[in-house]
């Protein structure tokens, strides 16, 4: 629900506004302005009476908000959020950059991840990804080096000083990638374990959230809105293609969701084109896509030998074509006004 007072309202009459919702259980979020001030209210509205709130002398308008979601509302959050990593030494949404993610699907050991770290920096990427926990189809797939793997990508971090991406799978590894991890990754398998999003909202950590297998795109902003809801605001939001009746790429990529989560909510999007084409051949030209349908960010597989990789090597690009694609796509987003 939103609610506008009248010009020159006097701020005890605010505060009584503000503490009457709070006494019901509400969450307050003020926007002050110039001449107005404008309330998002965030929790069960459904027991409040509009006409009774209209009933207030200071009250100008008040207007129920069709969307569950509110934090990752952009009718509360008029501007774009711009997520920091590391320390801001990378940021991720406005309309200015488009940030580079690049590496393995998953960390096979040190001087594996060290060589592709280099590789993606010399690239010019931004950000170092690898899985050291891995979600398989298969039990008897590879899942990751663990611990082990997580302390790998430190090392290739502290060689080429790239922030790191990883994906957490659980609860009980938070600790461990609130440590070590820049940029916490919530796969699509995921994506609805609300406990584990709780979790998250309790913690300081900017997070990259991966859509779910088939869920619409107000179930994954959804999800976005249990962490923002605890408290983490520092949510960026990434497409990784949808499964469909489309056998010929490994998901169906909706390139749609950025135009559409740009109007709808504040918070970036990023685009992995390698798990939604899941073929090496397709990641470029998604990419390029991506940048001019105006991705805040893209997010690749990249491995110095796909051929004999542990996981998902098909869809991984080797330096030179990430190098070249990232040549591509700077081109593009200089057309749309923007940077690599």
């Known amino acids: 629900m939103i609610i506008s007072t009248k010009r020159g309202t006097p701020q005890n009459e605010i505060k009584k506004i503000i503490d009457g919702f709070e006494g019901q ?5 003020l926007i002050r302005g110039e001449d107005y001030n404008v309330f998002g209210l965030v929790g069960d509205t459904t027991k409040l009476n509009e006409k009774q709130i209209a009933a207030n002398p200071w009250v100008e308008s008040v207007t129920r908000v069709s969307a569950p979601y509110k934090k990752a509302n952009r009718l509360f959050h008029q ?19 488009v940030a580079v993610i690049g590496g393995p699907c998953s960390v096979e050991c040190e001087s594996q991840v060290v ?9 010019g990427g931004d950000m170092l990804r690898g899985g050291a926990y891995k979600p398989r189809t298969s039990p008897y797939a590879f899942q990751g080096l663990g611990t082990e793997g997580v302390l790998d990508m430190v090392k290739a971090r502290e060689v080429t000083g790239l922030p790191i991406v990883s994906e957490l799978m659980s609860e009980d590894r938070i600790d461990e990638f609130v440590e070590y ?3 916490i990754q919530i796969g699509a398998r995921n994506m609805q374990n609300f406990q584990l999003l709780k979790a998250l909202g309790r913690i300081n950590k900017p997070i990259l959230l991966k859509r779910g297998l088939a869920n619409t795109i107000e179930e994954w902003i959804m999800s976005a809105e249990y962490i923002m809801a605890g408290g983490n605001e520092n949510v960026i939001l990434c497409e990784r293609g949808i499964r469909t009746f489309e056998p010929y790429t490994r998901n169906t990529l909706d390139l749609s969701v950025i135009p559409i989560i740009k109007e709808k909510t504040h918070l970036p999007i990023v685009i992995d084109p390698s798990h939604a084409t899941g073929n090496y051949r397709y990641v470029e030209a998604m990419s390029l896509a991506a940048v001019a349908a105006g991705a805040d960010g893209l997010i690749i597989e990249v491995h110095t030998d796909p051929e004999h990789a542990f996981s998902d090597g098909a869809q991984s690009l080797k330096p030179a074509k990430f190098r070249e694609t990232i040549d591509k796509c700077r081109a593009v987003a200089a057309v749309v006004g923007r940077r690599l």
């Open 181 to 183: 991890v820049d940029l």
């Open 25 to 29: 259980g509400l969450q307050v979020t």
């Open 79 to 97: 501007e774009d959020s711009v997520i920091s990593i590391a320390g801001d030494k990378v940021r991720i949404g406005g309309r200015e950059k």
């Open 115 to 123: 060589q592709i770290a280099q590789a993606v920096k010399e690239a």
